[in-house]
């Protein structure tokens, strides 16, 4: 059974920082493309950072430069550290791997930036 467990979210004011942690079981994610993902109430899921398996990484226009995705594949963990974060960003959080069929998705970590 594979879990993904996010966690690390909270209120936050504008301008603060939140880093997010997501660590997987039951599955080996070493060689896949790890992302994070965000979904704003009534809106649709969107992608916000991907991280390849060589650790290049890839984001959002709307975070680049305040996001930075990291991951540790001998913990099967990935990590976002985001900064700067602005009202915009309030929204849950999750993580997946990057496959035509991902694993089933975790309950996410939800992210509030107001003052």
């Known amino acids: 059974q594979v879990d993904l467990v996010e966690s690390g979210g909270g209120l936050v004011q504008p301008g603060g920082s939140l880093r997010l942690s997501c660590v997987a079981s039951g599955i080996d994610f070493r060689f896949d493309v790890m992302g994070w993902y965000r979904q704003a109430p009534g809106e649709q899921r969107e992608w916000v950072a991907v991280?390849?398996?060589?650790?290049?990484?890839h984001y959002a226009d709307s975070v680049k430069g305040r996001f930075t995705i990291s991951r540790d594949n001998a913990k099967n963990t990935v990590h976002l550290q985001m900064n700067n974060l602005k009202p915009e960003d309030t929204a849950t959080y999750y993580c997946n791997a990057v496959r035509d069929n991902p694993p089933p998705w975790g309950q996410g970590t939800q992210v509030v930036v107001s003052s």
């Open positions: 991280i390849t398996s060589g650790h290049t990484t």
